[in-house]
């Protein structure tokens, strides 16, 4: 995706001859890269956390907090791959392609509905079995 970037501004800059489709390739590419992400960095704790509340919530509430927050998130994660079914069920049946390149879209949104729900099984599994960063005293990465 970056050497596709750097080709396609290079020949623009150098030569006035991008590569077409260019824009096309590289949100397709990012699909994969972001949802293919999003299970792994949410098991690892990979993601950014900003604990504001830790230091104001006494610590009983704290984990319970924890589990709400998997909750609803698996539940938007839930969502965001139902839409992403549907979509992609749309996209197949019409044919759908970007303006500049003949790649059936639809490919890259079952991509994006595993990855959702790939994600919402992390967080109804720390739903479940809260992480022990989220105990009173436990450490943030």
Wanted: aromatic share 12%; glycine share 8%; proline share 6%.
């Amino acid at each position: 995706m970056m050497l596709l970037t750097c080709a396609d501004v290079f020949l623009r800059y150098l030569f006035n001859a991008p590569i077409e489709g260019t824009l096309d390739l590289t949100q397709m590419l990012m699909v994969i890269t972001v949802f293919f992400g999003l299970a792994y960095c949410g098991w690892t704790g990979g993601h950014v956390v900003v604990d504001l509340l830790r230091e104001l919530l006494p610590a009983k509430v704290i984990i319970p907090l924890a589990v709400v927050v998997n909750a609803v998130g698996a539940v938007a994660m839930l969502a965001m791959a139902w839409e992403s079914v549907q979509t992609s069920l749309t996209y197949m049946l019409t044919g759908e392609t970007p303006m500049t390149v003949l790649i059936p879209k639809y490919p890259f949104i079952w991509i994006a509905a595993f990855g959702a729900l790939t994600y919402a099984g992390v967080l109804l599994f720390k739903t479940v079995w809260p992480d022990e960063r989220d105990e009173p005293g436990g450490s943030s990465p």
